[in-house]
């Protein structure tokens, strides 16, 4: 390809891209649209944002869809996941919505423009409030089908250790485990206090109090997936205590 | 079967056969019933008491160690509960607020 050609090309580029959105101007006034026109373009402020609050938006709402699907394939012993689907789904209509009307909202200034911004994350809260909150809720739901499995086990090996006093100590000990993880876990259909309190927070323009429930909720999934453990081996040695 | 057994021997007999059974004490003879008797037999001592392989069996067999497969049935449970347990890694990591809060941002 020789200069002149190229030169050609480019010159025909740029009349096709100041001719189109000339062309798109009337058809989207004839619609009521929000698109503005290149006059009004040139007061609206801020504009190069728009692009990266809506990158952010789609990342939100990307994600909540992810965690969406992931509540989806889990059972629901503490009947938590029903109202999360439900504030999950509802944070992504939202979001679709306020990126919608910033794209389409000319803002006098950059401040009017971020004010609006700052609401796809003080609002929502989607990675600092829902993640976790899924998180938390997911766990306690796969910890609850471990404590099943491990009440079924204890269940079973009680008429077996008969007169073992080594079986019968180690099944004693997996009993008590197994009562340290119901009072962090809760006994299905109630979680306990500090799970149910962090599946029902809501977001927060100060997130203090939501951060805190947060940490104690995840603090007593680790203890009470410490105790199904302890509990697990203690019904490993039970087994152990039997063949010897 | 007591008023069968002791018919020949006369009216007295029959009735104080009827009487023990009215009040609940027929059964209570060295002959027990048919509905008592796997019970008592069972739980001679307090050893283990019964599993599957002791099923219908008396004395030496509720001392036996538990058989192979009531075991492997214990720990194909745990085994299952080990997998659960693991399964809830991701989430449990994903519940930490403090990893999670980081990529929340702000407005640009």
Redesign the interface.
């Known amino acids: 390809m020789t200069r002149s050609t190229r030169r050609v090309g480019t010159i025909a580029t740029a009349v096709f891209a100041l001719a189109i959105p000339a062309l798109a101007a009337p058809a989207d006034a004839a619609t009521g649209g929000a698109r503005l026109t290149p006059n009004a373009a040139q007061q609206c402020k801020a504009v190069a ?1 728009k692009p ?2 809506h990158a ?1 938006a789609v990342k939100r709402t990307s994600t909540l869809a992810n965690l969406v699907a992931r509540l989806g394939t889990n059972k629901d012993p503490y009947g938590l996941n029903g109202p999360q689907r439900t504030a999950l789904q509802s944070a992504s209509a939202g979001i679709t919505a306020l990126d919608a009307q910033i794209a389409g909202t000319c803002y006098p200034s950059a401040a009017a423009l ?1 004010s609006d ?2 609401k ?2 003080v609002d929502y ?4 409030l829902r ?6 809720i ?2 306690a ?3 609850a ?2 404590r099943a ?2 009440g ?2 204890a269940a ?2 009680a ?5 073992n006093a080594k079986a019968q100590a180690d099944l004693a000990a997996m009993n008590r485990a197994l009562a340290t993880a119901d009072a962090k876990l809760g006994t299905p259909p109630s979680a306990g206090s500090t799970i149910a309190a ?1 599946a029902g927070l809501q977001p927060a323009v100060d ?1 203090t109090n ?2 805190a429930v ?2 104690a ?2 603090s007593d ?2 203890a009470a ?1 410490a105790a ?2 302890a509990a ?1 081996a203690a ?2 040695a ?2 152990s205590d ?2 010897g | 079967m007591q008023i069968k057994r002791h018919t020949g021997t006369g009216l007295v007999v029959v009735t104080l056969g009827l009487a023990a059974l009215a009040t609940g004490c027929g059964g209570s003879s060295s002959k027990a019933t048919p509905i008592e008797a796997p019970t008592t037999v069972r739980t001679p001592k307090t050893l283990a008491p019964s599993t599957s392989d002791s099923k219908g069996k008396a004395g030496p067999t509720t001392t036996a160690k538990p058989t192979a497969a009531a075991l492997a049935g214990l720990q194909q449970q745990l085994d299952q509960a080990g997998s659960a347990l693991t399964s809830g890694d991701s989430a449990i990591a994903a519940a930490d607020v403090n990893q999670a809060k980081g990529q929340e941002g702000s407005a640009p």
């Open positions: 944002l990266i609050v952010d971020k911004a700052q796809l994350f809260r989607v990675y600092w993640g976790p909150q899924t998180g938390a997911r766990a739901d796969a910890l089908g471990a499995r491990l079924q086990a079973k090996a008429p077996l250790v008969g007169t962090a997130m939501d951060t947060l940490e909720a995840h999934l680790l997936k199904l453990a697990r019904g490993l039970v087994i039997l063949k």
